[in-house]
């Protein structure tokens, strides 16, 4: 049984995880007020862009899941909010 958390001990093992994918991962702090960094994942063409490795890795299992076609249809977005924000 798992049970793993979003919390910082998770950064390095989505960092490691993207790595041994074959992902050049990178990081460059944002250009706006808040200061955030913005994190690179990249291979073969493919670009991924996000707040954390974490973030980066989730973006990556949705493309290796869904392929070019990874938004979400009408249908399925109303399928998600009929099951999680029921009336």
Same mark, same amino acid.
């Given at each position: 049984?798992?049970?793993?958390?979003?919390? =910082? *001990?998770?950064?390095?093992?989505? !960092? &490691?995880?993207? $790595?041994? #994918? =074959?992902?050049? $991962?990178? *990081?460059?702090?944002?250009? *706006? /007020?808040?200061? #955030?960094?913005?994190?690179?994942?990249? #291979?073969?063409?493919?670009?991924?862009? =996000?707040?954390?490795?974490?973030?980066?890795? =989730?973006?990556?299992?949705?493309?290796?899941?869904?392929?070019?076609?990874?938004?979400?249809?009408?249908?399925? $977005? /109303?399928?998600? &909010?009929?099951?999680? !924000?029921?009336?």
């Amino acid at each position: 049984m798992a049970r793993i958390v979003s919390a =910082g *001990n998770t950064e390095v093992p989505a !960092y &490691l995880v993207l $790595v041994s #994918k =074959g992902f050049a $991962v990178r *990081n460059e702090p944002e250009l *706006n /007020d808040d200061q #955030k960094e913005c994190w690179f994942a990249e #291979k073969a063409g493919d670009q991924f862009v =996000g707040d954390s490795p974490l973030q980066l890795l =989730g973006l990556v299992a949705m493309h290796e899941a869904r392929g070019q076609e990874w938004m979400a249809s009408d249908a399925e $977005v /109303d399928a998600f &909010l009929q099951t999680c !924000y029921p009336d």
